[in-house]
């Protein structure tokens, strides 16, 4: 059963998914915009947008950055969902 955005994720950190999705993958941006749908596969692809995202806004001392504390707590959320959902 696929995972609904609209369940995980509140507004912001909705449009902060679209905006690195639109640049990391934007197949998967599509798919998500047209469904509003994450199938298991799909949910893989954002885990590794987000986290490759993090990973760029990660400060001198390896600390996120107020951008990347954002995208934290945007994968954090997606992932408790996922991770509820499909055990």
């Given at each position: 059963m696929p995972l609904r955005l609209t369940d995980c994720l509140n507004t912001a950190e909705t449009a902060l998914l679209h905006a690195v999705l639109d640049r990391r993958n934007?197949?998967?941006?599509?798919?998500?915009?047209?469904?509003?749908?994450?199938?298991?596969?799909?949910?893989?692809?954002?885990?590794?947008?987000l986290g490759d995202e993090l990973i760029n806004n990660l400060d001198d001392e390896w600390e996120p950055t107020e951008?990347?504390?954002?995208?934290?707590?945007?994968?954090?959320?997606?992932?408790?969902?996922?991770?509820?959902?499909?055990?």
């Open positions: 934007p197949s998967l941006a599509a798919r998500i915009r047209l469904h509003d749908e994450v199938s298991r596969s799909d949910s893989e692809g954002i885990v590794t947008a951008y990347g504390r954002a995208v934290t707590a945007g994968l954090a959320r997606f992932n408790a969902h996922r991770i509820g959902e499909w055990p």
